[in-house]
């Protein structure tokens, strides 16, 4: 049974930044892309950033583009979000997911098999 847990989110300053860290546990990490998402109130679930099993590509989406980056330590088993230059626009609850080992990055979330339960991010202005 694959288990992901987020942590890492919190209340910054616009401007500011933070890193969102994703542990799996239940199966060997290194097999599995990676995905981050994201939902604000009362908005869809939206793509975020997604990185290969190998860690060879990475896709982002155009809103986060240049300011995010998705890393993943297999050593660690733990993939990463590092987020800088927040806007108010970036407040949501972020979730880390899981595609079925070795598939290529997916960037809707119903290619995702497996989900972390969330952390908040919350950017004053």
């Known amino acids: 049974q694959v288990q992901l847990v987020e942590s890492g989110g919190g209340l910054v300053q616009t401007g500011g930044s933070l890193r969102l860290s994703c542990e799996l546990s239940?199966?060997?990490?290194?097999?599995?892309?990676m995905g981050w998402f994201r939902q604000a109130p009362g908005k869809e679930r939206e793509f975020v950033a997604a990185?290969?099993?190998?860690?060879?590509?990475?896709y982002y989406a155009d809103v986060v583009k240049g300011r995010f980056t998705i890393s993943r330590d297999n050593a660690q088993n733990t993939v990463y979000l590092q987020m800088n230059s927040l806007t108010p626009d970036d407040t949501a609850v972020y979730y880390c997911?899981?595609?079925?080992?070795?598939?290529?990055?997916?960037?809707?979330?119903?290619?995702?098999?497996?989900w972390g339960q969330g952390t908040q991010v919350a950017v004053s202005s």
């Open positions: 239940g199966r060997t990490f290194g097999d599995y892309p």
């Open positions: 997911a899981a595609r079925l080992a070795r598939l290529p990055i997916g960037t809707v979330a119903d290619q995702y098999r497996y």
């Open positions: 990185i290969s099993w190998s860690a060879g590509s990475t």
